[in-house]
């Protein structure tokens, strides 16, 4: 099985731009987390929300055919 790194990498250009995180986005994260541990826990939570985000998208498109 390939690394968690390994996969992250493979994912990154697949991310549909809806769903990514924007450079703003980042800083804010960044800006607002008291230190390293707090932005990982934080990014991941927004990754979970833009997840959530693409399932229900995805739901409703279903839902119209």
């Not at 450079?23 to 994260?29: A, F, S």
């Amino acid at each position: 099985m390939k690394n968690l790194m390994q996969k992250i990498q493979d994912t990154q250009g697949a991310i549909n731009n809806h769903y990514s995180m924007s450079w703003g986005q980042m800083e804010e994260i960044k800006n607002n987390s008291e230190g390293t541990l707090a932005i990982i826990v934080n990014s991941f939570a927004f990754g979970y929300m833009q997840g959530v985000k693409a399932a229900k998208a995805a739901g409703r498109k279903v839902a119209k055919l």
